[in-house]
C-alpha cells in the first residue's frame, strides 16, 4: 500500500506545489461518497486560476500605465485644467475631491492628473490632511471620511452557518441511497405489515442516518469556526502611522485616505498611496506587475501601490485608496477564496480512503451478490421462486440497505478530515502558545524536522538591548548605567561628545518621539533603540540634532552590507558622512580614528591591533559590536552618488548586551534528545556568536563554528564534510542562509526548519521546509515568506511547534490504526457471515452507528490528542518515513485477528451452546455479536492512544474530549441494545450478556499489550 501511495499520490508537497499535481490526486481520488466534503478543506483551484487571470490583466494595464505617464511626463508643463467636478455629497463632506479621481490618479500612474491636483501637497489640502501630522482624531471627521473613500478591507465570503455543513453532509452519496431504502421499507413495511410495525426497520436507517449527518455537521461546524479565529489571527498586520502629530502602530484595516503611513525595509505597502518623503525607496511590484526588476520611488515616481514590497529605504506615504477600491483588494477577494493547498498527509489518506473504498465496493457487491444467490437457492428449494412477497421485498431491500452500508463503513471518509481535524486542534493550542500558523502543512512537516536554523538575535537571546560597554577615544568604559553615562560625558573631549551625538542621531533608523502623555519614546529596532537610549543618557538632545543639520542621502542597514550611512548638510554648508555597523567591517574602512585627546590621528597598527582585540573582547562576553565612523566629504557630492566605502574616522565601538533567554539552553537540550539538530545562523561576529551557542548549548566541543565568507569559499567536496559539523554560521549572508539550508535539504535530505526576520531572510524561509518567521521582530515581507509565525520571538516556542507537530503526526496515525481495524474486521464479518449463512449479523442501522463511532468520533478521540513529553524522546520520522508503519500493521492485523476469532467463535458455536430455544435465538446472537464488536471498539480505542506503550492509560483523564467520546459511546449503545430494539434490530441482554460482550470487548488490551512487546523493524 505504501508503494501505491508513494508512487500515485506523493506528487503533491508540503510547499509550492503546482496545479497539475493538486488536480492530478483529485483525478486519482476514485471512490468518494461525499465530494463536498472530502473537498471542503482543499484549495479552490478554479478560484485560483480566476485570480491569476485577474493579475495578468492587472499586469498588462499597469504596464500600459507606467509606459504612457514616461511619455507624458515631458508634457506636463502644457497641463490644461480638465473638467474635474467635485460630487456634492463629497464637498458636503468637507472633501474637494473623490475617491474614484485618487483612485485613477495612482492606478494610472497619472501625473497630468496629479500636476493637475497641484501634486501630493495640493492632494493632502483637498483630503483635508496634513503631510506632517496625518490626519486628526476625531470621531465624527473620521466616519464622514471613511463613507466617502470606504475602509481598507476587502470582500469576504459569508461565513457558513450550521444548516450548510447539515446539508453538505446530507450530500453523502450512500446516505442518499440508503435514505431511498429506507422510504421504499416505510412504504412496503406499511403497507404489508402496517403501522407502525412495519415503519421500524425504515425509521431506524432515517434516524441513524440522521444522526451521522447532524454528529458530522457538529465537528466540522465546529472546525470552520477554528480556522476563522485563525484567520483573524493571520490578519493582524499593524503599521506606523501619524495622526494629530502623533506616532503610533494601527492596524492596516483602520487606514483611510489621508492618512500619513511609516514605511521601511521589509514593510508591505498596505493601501495605494503616494511618496510624501523619505530615501533611496525600493518597491518590488512583482506581485502586481510580475516584474522582477525594484522600481525606485521618489518625488518624479510617487505612486505606491497596496499589496507591493518596500525591498530598500524608508519613507512617508499618503493613503489616498483603500479596499476594494484597489487592484490588490480585488485581487485579494479572489484570492481568499482560493483556500489552503492541501498537506501532503490529507492526500496520502485520501489515497488509503481510495484504495479501501474499493476494496470496500467490491466486497460490498460481493456480499449482495452473495446473499441475493442464498435468498434464490432457499426460495428454489422451498419452491416458491415464482411467488414473491412484500417480505421478500423488504429482504432483497435490506441486503441492499446492508451492500450499501458496508460502503459507508469501508470507504473512510473520516481519514483526509481527521487530518483536518487534528491540525484545526493543533493550530487552536498553537496559536495559545504563541505559535500562528500560516500554512496547515506545516504543522505536520514540523513533526518530521531534523534540523533548525535560528537566528541568534532576538530568538535564542531577549532582543531587549543596552549599550554596557564602549570604546570612545580608546578608552574602553562601562556604561550599563547613567550615572556611568554621564561620567563617560565628562572623560570625552567636547568636540568627540557632538560627533558622537550627531552620530547616533542622524545616522538611525529609528526616533525619539513625543507620546500623547508628553513622555519621551523611543521608536526602532532594539539596537537602534539602544544606541538611541544610549545618546539620551549622553545628555544629547534628539530633535535639537536633528534640526541642526540636513539629511542629504541615507543608505538604511541591510543584512548584505552590514552597515548604514547617511550624508549630512552641516549649517556651514559642507557636508559629512557618518556610518555604522558591523565593528571589523567599518574598522577596516577606516584610516583615522580620534585619540584620547579628541585629535584625529592616522590608524597605524598598534591602534588597529588594539581595537581588534577590544572588539573581541567585547565579543567574548557575548556582547553585540557596533563601530561608528565618519568622514568629511568634497563640495562636490551630490544624493545621487553612493555614500564612499573607505576613507573613515572611526569614532569609536559599543558593545550591546543582549541577555539569551530563559529556558532556551533547556530547549536546545530537549532538541537533542529528540534526534533534532539546533544550528545558530547569524550575521554577528563570529566570537559574539559562540559565546551564546556555548552558554544556549549549541556550539559542542566537537562542532564546527565557521564564518560566511570562509563558508562561501569551500568546494563542493569540503561542504559535503563540513555541514553536518557545523553548528555556528557567524557574519551570514542571506544567500549563507539559503546556500546552507538547501544542501541540508538536498543534499543531507534533511526536514529543515529555518527561522527569520528580515527581508532578505524571505528566500530562505522560502526555500526551508518549514518557514518560521518572527512576530514582534519580523518584517510583513518575512512572515509572508514564513509558514508559521512565532508570536512571541522565542525558541522555546519553536520546540513546541514541533512537539506539536509530532503530536498531529502521531494522532492521526493513530486513528489511522484504529479506523483500519474496524474498517477490516467490518468487512470480513458481514462479508463471510453473508457467504456462510446467508445472512448479516451486522444490519444497516448497526452499520452506520459503527461508522460513526470509527468516522466521526473516533476522530474526536484520538486526533485530538494533546502531545506529551515522551514524543520529543524519539527520534523524528524525517522525509522518507513510512506513514502506516510495521508498528500499525502489526496493531491492525492483530486486533482484527482477535475480533474476527471472537466473532466467529459467537456465531459458530455460542447459540447452541447457551441460548435457549425457545427465545428469538438468532436475534439475540446477532445483538451479543453487535455488542462484543461496539465494546472491541471502545477498548481499541483506548488501545490506539499509544501505538507501541503497554501503559495507555497514563494521562488518559487530561484529555476530556477522548473521555467524553468514550463516555458517549457506551451510553448510547446502552441505549441502542435496551430500548431501540425494534429500530435496531437488537434485543436487551441479561446481566451476564452485558458482561460477556464488555469482557470480550476487554480482552483486546491484553491482547493489545502482548502484541506490544512483539519486536517488528519500523522504518
Known amino acids: ?186 412504504i412496503v413495511g406499511i403497507a404489508t405489515e402496517g403501522w407502525p410495525k412495519g415503519a421500524h426497520d425504515g425509521l431506524g436507517i432515517v434516524a441513524s442516518i440522521l444522526l451521522v449527518v447532524f454528529v458530522t455537521a457538529t465537528s466540522d461546524y465546529r472546525q470552520s469556526l477554528q480556522f476563522r479565529d485563525l484567520d483573524k489571527e493571520k490578519k493582524k498586520i499593524s503599521i506606523q502611522v501619524t495622526r494629530s502629530g502623533y506616532r503610533q502602530k494601527m492596524s492596516i484595516y483602520d487606514l483611510l485616505p489621508g492618512d500619513i503611513i511609516h514605511l521601511a525595509i521589509g514593510d508591505q505597502v498596505p493601501a495605494d498611496g503616494l511618496f510624501v518623503s523619505g530615501f533611496s525607496v525600493l518597491i518590488d511590484e512583482s506581485s502586481l506587475t510580475g516584474e522582477s526588476e525594484p522600481v525606485m520611488v521618489n518625488a518624479e515616481n510617487p505612486f505606491l501601490l497596496s499589496g507591493t514590497k518596500v525591498q530598500d529605504g524608508s519613507c512617508k506615504m499618503m493613503v489616498t485608496t483603500v479596499g476594494m477600491r484597489t487592484q490588490w483588494g480585488k485581487l485579494m477577494a479572489t484570492l481568499s477564496e482560493g483556500g489552503d493547498d492541501e498537506t501532503p498527509l490529507q492526500v496520502k489518506l485520501n489515497g488509503v480512503a481510495t484504495i479501501i473504498g474499493k476494496i470496500g465496493l467490491f466486497f460490498a457487491v460481493l456480499t449482495f451478490a452473495v446473499l441475493i444467490q442464498k435468498m434464490f437457492g432457499r426460495k428454489l428449494r422451498e419452491g416458491t421462486h415464482w411467488s414473491w412477497s412484500g417480505d421478500d421485498a423488504l429482504e432483497m431491500l435490506e441486503y441492499f440497505a446492508i451492500a450499501v452500508t458496508i460502503v459507508v463503513v469501508a470507504v473512510p471518509e473520516g481519514l483526509p478530515l481527521a487530518v483536518t481535524l487534528s491540525l484545526a486542534f493543533a493550530m487552536k493550542k498553537m496559536m495559545n502558545d504563541k505559535a500562528l500558523v500560516r500554512h496547515l502543512a506545516a504543522c505536520e512537516t514540523m513533526g518530521s524536522a531534523t534540523s533548525i536554523c535560528s537566528d541568534k538575535t532576538g530568538t535564542l537571546t531577549t532582543n531587549h538591548m543596552t549599550v554596557v560597554k564602549s570604546c570612545v577615544c580608546m578608552n574602553i568604559k562601562e556604561v550599563s548605567k547613567a550615572e556611568k553615562a554621564s561620567t563617560l560625558f565628562s572623560d570625552i573631549p567636547d568636540s568627540t561628545v557632538k560627533l558622537l551625538l550627531q552620530s547616533i542621531f542622524n545616522n538611525t533608523g529609528g526616533e525619539v518621539v513625543v507620546n500623547k502623555q508628553g513622555k519621551l519614546e523611543i521608536l526602532g529596532t532594539p539596537t537602534e533603540t539602544a544606541l538611541l537610549e544610549f545618546g539620551l543618557s549622553l545628555g544629547g538632545d534628539f530633535q535639537a540634532e536633528r534640526n541642526a543639520s540636513i539629511l542629504v542621502k541615507v543608505e538604511p542597514f541591510n543584512s548584505t552590507k552590514k552597515r548604514m550611512g547617511v550624508v549630512l548638510e552641516l549649517t556651514d554648508g559642507h557636508l559629512r558622512a557618518h556610518c555604522k555597523g558591523a565593528s571589523e567591517i567599518i574598522l577596516a574602512a577606516c584610516d583615522k580614528v580620534i585619540n584620547s585627546n579628541g585629535e584625529v590621528v592616522p590608524l597605524d597598527e598598534a591602534s588597529i591591533k588594539n581595537l581588534n582585540a577590544t572588539i573581541n573582547q567585547f565579543a567574548s562576553e557575548a556582547l553585540r559590536t557596533l563601530c561608528l565612523a565618519y568622514m568629511e566629504l568634497e563640495k562636490g557630492f551630490v544624493a545621487d552618488n553612493p555614500i564612499p566605502v573607505s576613507g573613515y574616522t572611526c569614532i569609536g565601538i559599543v558593545g550591546i548586551k543582549d541577555p539569551v533567554r530563559p529556558g532556551v539552553k533547556e530547549s536546545v537540550a530537549l532538541c537533542r534528545s529528540a534526534g533534532v539538530t539546533v544550528r545558530m545562523v547569524t550575521g554577528d561576529n563570529i566570537n559574539t556568536a559562540k559565546a551564546i551557542a556555548r552558554e544556549c548549548g549549541i556550539l559542542t566541543d566537537d562542532g564546527i563554528a565557521i564564518e560566511g565568507p570562509d563558508f562561501r569559499e569551500k568546494s563542493m567536496e569540503e561542504l559535503l564534510e563540513l555541514i553536518p559539523k557545523i553548528q555556528v554560521m557567524a557574519r551570514s549572508s542571506p544567500l549563507d542562509k539559503h546556500t546552507l539550508v538547501k544542501h541540508l535539504r538536498t543534499t543531507f535530505d534533511e526536514v529543515v526548519a529555518v527561522t527569520g526576520d528580515g527581508t532578505n531572510d524571505a528566500p530562505a524561509l522560502h526555500e526551508a521546509d518549514i518557514g518560521l518567521a518572527m512576530g514582534i521582530a519580523g518584517t510583513e515581507v518575512a512572515k509572508e515568506s514564513a509558514d508559521v509565525i512565532i508570536l512571541d520571538d522565542n525558541f522555546s516556542t519553536i520546540v513546541t511547534v514541533a512537539k506539536w507537530g509530532r503530536s498531529v503526526y502521531i494522532n492521526i496515525q493513530k486513528f489511522v490504526q484504529f479506523q483500519l481495524t474496524v474498517n477490516v474486521v467490518a468487512l470480513i464479518v458481514n462479508f463471510s457471515s453473508a457467504c456462510l449463512t446467508g445472512s448479516a449479523p451486522l444490519t444497516a442501522v448497526q452499520l452506520l452507528w459503527v461508522n460513526m463511532i470509527m468516522d466521526t468520533l473516533g476522530a474526536l478521540a484520538l486526533a485530538t490528542e494533546p502531545p506529551n513529553d515522551d514524543l520529543m524522546k524519539r527520534l523524528p520520522v524525517g522525509r522518507r518515513g513510512n506513514f502506516i508503519s510495521n508498528v500499525m500493521w502489526r496493531n491492525i492485523l492483530g486486533q482484527s485477528l482477535y475480533q474476527l476469532i471472537v466473532i466467529w467463535f459467537l456465531q459458530a458455536k455460542w447459540k447452541e451452546m447457551f441460548i435457549p430455544e425457545d427465545v428469538d435465538s438468532d436475534l439475540i446472537l446477532n445483538t451479543l455479536i453487535f455488542n462484543s464488536f461496539v465494546f472491541c471498539q471502545v477498548f481499541n480505542e483506548i488501545n490506539s492512544r499509544d501505538m507501541e506503550r503497554i501503559d495507555v492509560l497514563k494521562g488518559i483523564l487530561d484529555n476530556y474530549v477522548f473521555v467524553c467520546v468514550l463516555a458517549c459511546t457506551v451510553f448510547f449503545q446502552i441505549i441502542i441494545i435496551e430500548y431501540l430494539g425494534t429500530f435496531a434490530n437488537t434485543s436487551p441482554l441479561t446481566l451476564s450478556q452485558w458482561f460477556l460482550s464488555v469482557f470480550i470487548g476487554f480482552l483486546g488490551m491484553p491482547i493489545a499489550a502482548v502484541l506490544k512487546m512483539i519486536p517488528v523493524e519500523n522504518k
Not at 70 to 83: E, P, R, T, W, Y
Not at 139 to 148: G, K, P, S
Not at 153 to 163: H, Q, V, Y
Open 1 to 186: 500500500m505504501e508503494n501505491f501511495l508513494d508512487e500515485k499520490f506523493t506528487a503533491v508537497k508540503a510547499k509550492h506545489s503546482s496545479s497539475e499535481a493538486l488536480q492530478k490526486w483529485r483525478d486519482l481520488g476514485g471512490v468518494v461518497k461525499n465530494p463536498k466534503r472530502r473537498f471542503r478543506f482543499t484549495a479552490n483551484l478554479s478560484k485560483r486560476y480566476e485570480a491569476a487571470a485577474m493579475r495578468r490583466t492587472y499586469q498588462e494595464k499597469l504596464r500600459v500605465a507606467v509606459l504612457v505617464s514616461k511619455a507624458a511626463f515631458q508634457f506636463i508643463q502644457g497641463v490644461q485644467l480638465s473638467d474635474y467636478t467635485v460630487p456634492e455629497e463629497v464637498k458636503a463632506a468637507g472633501f474637494q475631491i473623490c475617491a474614484d479621481e485618487l483612485g485613477s490618479i495612482v492606478e494610472g500612474h497619472d501625473l497630468k492628473k496629479l500636476k493637475f491636483h497641484d501634486g501630493v501637497t495640493g492632494l493632502a489640502d483637498k483630503l483635508s490632511t496634513s503631510t506632517t501630522n496625518g490626519l486628526t482624531t476625531d470621531n465624527d471627521a473620521l466616519n464622514r471620511r471613511q463613507e466617502i473613500y470606504g475602509i481598507n478591507k476587502f470582500t469576504e465570503a459569508e461565513p457558513r452557518s450550521f444548516w450548510v455543513f447539515v446539508w453538505e453532509a446530507l450530500q453523502d452519496m450512500t446516505l442518499m441511497i440508503l435514505g431511498v431504502c429506507a422510504f421504499v421499507s416505510l
